[in-house]
C-alpha cells in the first residue's frame, strides 16, 4: 500500500472512531435532533481540502455564514409577509442575497479570516432550514463539527505523518 493510501487508511479509521466517540457525547447535550449538523461541517471541511491551519477561517466564516442566514431569512420573511409573489422572493432571497456575500467573501474577503464561501452557503441555507431559529444552537453544532473535523486530522497526523504534497 502507498503512503497516500496508508495515510487515508489510518485517517478512514481515525474519523470513525472520532465521530463515534462524538455520536455517544453529543447524545448528553440539548441539540441531539441536529446532529446531522455537526456531520454536515465535516462535509465542508474536508471538501475544501480538510487543512487544520483553515480552522481559524471555518469558524469565523461560520459565524458570518450564521448572520447572512438570518438576513436571508427576515427579508424573506417580511416579502412574504407583504404579499410579495414567491418567483419575487427567490429572485431577492436566493439570487440578490446569494451574490453579495458571494462577492462580499470571494473577493472583498479573499485570504482573510472571512474566505471559506463553502461555509458561507451552509450556514445560510441551515439558518433557512432552521426557519432562522437558534442561531446559537446553529452555532454550537456548526462549532462541534468543525472541531471534530479538525480534530480527525490532528489525531492522523499523530499516529501517521501526512505524505508530501505537491499543492
Excluded at 449538523?37 to 481559524?56: H, Q, R, S, T, W
Aim: glycine share 10%; hydrophobic share 55%.
Amino acid at each position: 500500500m502507498g503512503i497516500i493510501k496508508t495515510y487515508l487508511t489510518k485517517m478512514s479509521i481515525v474519523i470513525g472512531a472520532v465521530c463515534g466517540a462524538f455520536a455517544i457525547l453529543w447524545q448528553y447535550t440539548p441539540y441531539l435532533d441536529r446532529q446531522w449538523i455537526c456531520f454536515l461541517m465535516l462535509v465542508v471541511f474536508f471538501a475544501g481540502g480538510g487543512v487544520k491551519k483553515d480552522y481559524p477561517n471555518y469558524l469565523v466564516t461560520g459565524a458570518a455564514s450564521i448572520i447572512w442566514g438570518q438576513i436571508v431569512v427576515f427579508v424573506c420573511a417580511k416579502m412574504a409577509a407583504f404579499g410579495a409573489d414567491p418567483i419575487l422572493i427567490s429572485i431577492v432571497g436566493v439570487g440578490v442575497l446569494t451574490a453579495i456575500p458571494c462577492y462580499i467573501h470571494l473577493v472583498l474577503l479573499q485570504n482573510t479570516l472571512l474566505d471559506k464561501v463553502p461555509m458561507v452557503f451552509c450556514g445560510v441555507a441551515l439558518s433557512a432550514q432552521q426557519g432562522g431559529q437558534d442561531p446559537l444552537g446553529l452555532a454550537i453544532c456548526m462549532l462541534a463539527g468543525l472541531t471534530i473535523a479538525v480534530l480527525s486530522v490532528v489525531l492522523t497526523d499523530l499516529w501517521c505523518p501526512p505524505p508530501e504534497t505537491t499543492t
